[in-house]
């Protein structure tokens, strides 16, 4: 699908939208929160709410605002002054969306998550619930990591991500990631199509690290991927470009718009494969990748040569080729133990090794989510 099909088929009649803005597209350079700046971006959320378009904000700037609201010189190095100063700053930036949105009779409601919450299916179910019931009350979430609490594994530290996840989460059609950059740059020029996330427009990413934020290009690229994987289109534009969302969502040719895989992922292969933490890995003979990729089937205990990490029934695992390359997760029916002792067997054997077999499959087909 080229890109101005893409920009007239899915922005123009899309529906439901993710917009993540970026610390330095609300913040000016000393890293105060610029009011002109949320007032224009909330300005065109509230008209293209009203235009019927459900929208989902994901807004960083909580760290940028703090800084600025502590008249700090520079941004903090150590965790918890990060997120100290996080938690000063996500008042703020609440309020200036808060404010510049009554008047538009749009309400704003804070979302707060943490990498946990995405992970766990239950909690991940109850994000979805909650957004929707926002949208049902005729408020705008706006999202962002709970920075005050968040540390190490239970971080994502990054927006685009979260942003992403969010997208696919609600299975909303396009992902507007905007910041002050004017698309993805090639050669000093901006790329208005992208067909497919691959090595090549990784490499498109050098040297792109905003000052107050955490992002850049390369976590704008990675979650294009996860969200054109997933069947829904990514627009990375600049925020300070007048009337942005409004130009994307008319099928402007502004920044770059990515392409979305032909098929979209149901919702819950969406969460196994993209979302879920890995608790271990499945490494599986020629035979298995061919059954797997090709063939549309689920894994066998016969084509498993080694397993890795120890996991329980029902963990996310990836499934790696004997190369290493990843190329599927699913979730698993046996324990890393089990798997050990029945790798290699036929379906008949493993209740000989186990006492009982419950499953012939270690990982079912519908549990699974291919790799590429
Ligand atoms: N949560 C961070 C903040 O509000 C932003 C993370 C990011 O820039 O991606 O400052």
Redesign the pocket.
Known sequence: MPGTTVRQTILTRARRIVVKI??SAITDEKGRLDPKAVRSLAGQIADVTAAGVSVTLVA?????AGIGELDLPERPRTLPMLQAV?AV??GQ?MRAFHDALVKRRLRVAQVLVTRGDFENRTRYLNIRNTLRALHELGALPIL??N?AVAVDELRF????IIAAHVTNLQAADVLILLSTIDGVLDDGKVRDVIEQVDAGTLSLATGSKSRL???GMG?KLEAAGLVTKAGEAVVIANARTPNVLKKILAGENVGTVFVPAKRKLSSRRRWIGQTARTAGQIIVDAGAVTALTKRGKSLLPSGIRLVRGNFDKGATVAVLDEKGAEIARGLTNYSAEQLTSIRGLKTSQIAKILGDKPYDEAIHRNNMTLSS
């Open positions: 970026g610390t960083s700037g909580a760290i940028g996080a700053g996500q930036l962002n990591e920075d530290g990054d927006n685009d934020g955490s992002g976590s």
